[in-house]
């Protein structure tokens, strides 16, 4: 074991720090390389590791027809870091899997900080690593440092590849005026650690639906720099101001749905949108606005999020706001052990790789620093299977699944769409005589997805 050279790894958030774990518990020592408190970024407030910055929810947890619950309970199986302190600190929120954001930070914090295999090594690491450190794992994230960024322009030939990210506000649950909201998990669903009344509630007529979306639309928004005016938007991750532009009844499909809740202070008139907000912290003090990240100025926040029936005194915690975020062309970039090409000491892992999401983000440093302790007990780890949520995070960054040019390559989280079909015809079954169809259909499949994945991944987990 003392022969053993230590894998570098820049980048303590969920992605680095999950690769940590996974090569300390292979016996190899890691230097952990992380640039804040000394230098932040602009979403960042803390220096602890795997700070989540934006939402504090790991979204579902349903193993059985959701492929963000298959990959949890798929780096459950293999040991995750992230994942077990994600249980160890969980929060109410329906069917999802929530956590309070500082006491999960600071469990990751400190069981890396603590164990004897981890050096950690404050400060900023300004280009590419040299060669003579060998083994190592970049990790920066969406938000990595503008030299290193540029080292790895210089470094691949390729064109930075970017989007904007949004985050949305948090309120103190003492300033909501339940008099108007109420508490209540859509269709009542139960999920870790709730009681079917996790989110809070606060319902819009028509008129007050109509007048939120107008003042979005109006609304007094932070300005791009030049370079930035051209920078997608992640699908996923969209601005409610975005949204509102796309159309007068998107929010209210989107995160503003008013399905499977019942006003108790007047249930007999249905509301036409809700807003809703899930719970932030183990006191229960702070709740994040569910959906509603936003790039309109502060001020602007304050006054329209205060119109909203029940948030009229709201006190914020954290206004929302946005950031760009940066990724590479994986699939161009990177060859099947998830190492450059051009030079194969350097490894990446998260979100700079391509793949949007906290837990898909720490699943591809979970599979990195597998592949790279192997390396440094000089043998060779295997892709995870197809089949598997994992898998197919690992296709989707190496190219496996791209039909057209890999210059078209999107971040993405984790979704069905990026498993292999069944290889045998699928048999659906006849409920009282008649043959499934549409939305039956398809959770049928996935539930069959589900069970594949959560079989072929068994033995992988356990290498």
């Known amino acids: 074991m003392t022969n053993i050279q230590p894998i570098h790894i820049i980048g303590a ?19 952990l390389h992380e640039m804040r408190p000394q230098r932040m970024t602009d979403a960042h407030e803390t220096g602890n590791f795997a700070e989540l910055v934006c939402s504090n929810s790991f979204r579902s947890d349903d193993k059985h027809g959701n492929a963000v619950g298959v990959l949890h309970e798929e780096m459950r199986k293999s040991n995750s870091l992230i994942m077990g302190m994600g249980d160890m600190t969980k929060l109410p929120a329906g069917g999802a899997l929530a956590v309070d954001r ?109 007048r939120f979306i107008e003042a979005l639309i109006r609304s007094d928004q932070t300005e791009f720099k030049d370079f930035e005016k051209d920078t997608p938007y992640f699908e996923s991750c969209l601005p409610i101001e975005v949204m509102a532009q796309r159309g007068a009844e998107t929010l209210r499909w989107g995160p503003m749905k008013p399905v499977g809740l019942t006003n108790p202070h007047n249930p007999t008139i249905k ?14 003090t702070l709740y994040n606005m569910v959906g509603f990240q936003t790039k309109m100025k502060y001020g602007a926040q304050a006054e329209i999020f205060k119109t909203i029936p029940g948030l009229e005194n709201a006190i914020f915690a954290r206004l929302g706001g946005i950031h760009r975020n940066t990724f590479i062309n994986s699939p161009k970039l990177l060859n099947q052990q998830l190492q450059l090409k051009s030079r194969p000491d350097l490894r990446f892992a998260g979100q700079i790789m391509g793949v949007e999401g906290y837990v898909e983000s720490a699943a591809l440093g979970l599979i990195t620093g597998r592949m790279a302790a192997a390396q440094a007990h000089g043998k060779r780890y295997p892709m995870p299977p197809k089949t ?76």
């Open 271 to 284: 509301a036409h949108a809700i807003v809703q907000l899930r719970q932030d912290n183990a006191l229960g």
């Open 388 to 463: 598997t949520a994992l898998g197919a995070l690992t296709e989707h960054v190496t190219g496996g699944f791209l039909d057209g040019p890999k210059a078209t390559f999107q971040p993405m989280n984790v979704n069905f769409g990026l498993f292999p079909p069944m290889e045998d015809e699928i048999t659906y079954p006849k409920v009282n005589g008649k043959r499934l169809r549409g939305k039956d259909k398809t959770r049928y499949r996935k539930k069959l997805l589900a069970k594949r994945a959560l079989k072929d991944i068994e033995s992988w987990a356990k290498n």
């Open 102 to 210: 500082e006491h999960f930070s600071e469990a990751v914090s400190v069981i890396l900080r603590e164990h004897p295999l981890v050096t950690i090594e404050y400060g900023e690491v300004k280009g590419l690593p040299p060669k003579e450190w060998g083994n190592t794992i970049i990790a920066t994230g969406p938000l990595t440092a503008p030299d290193l960024a540029q080292a790895i322009l210089q470094q691949t030939g390729e064109d930075s590849l970017a989007f904007f990210d949004a985050i949305a506000p948090i309120i103190y649950k003492d300033s909501i005026n339940f008099d108007i909201a109420w508490m209540q998990s859509r269709y009542d669903k139960k999920g870790p650690g709730g009681d079917g009344a996790d989110y809070v509630n606060c319902p819009l007529d028509k008129a007050q639906y109509e």
């Open 13 to 31: 958030g969920l992605a680095g720090s999950e690769a940590a774990w996974q090569c300390v518990c292979r016996g190899v020592p890691v230097i």
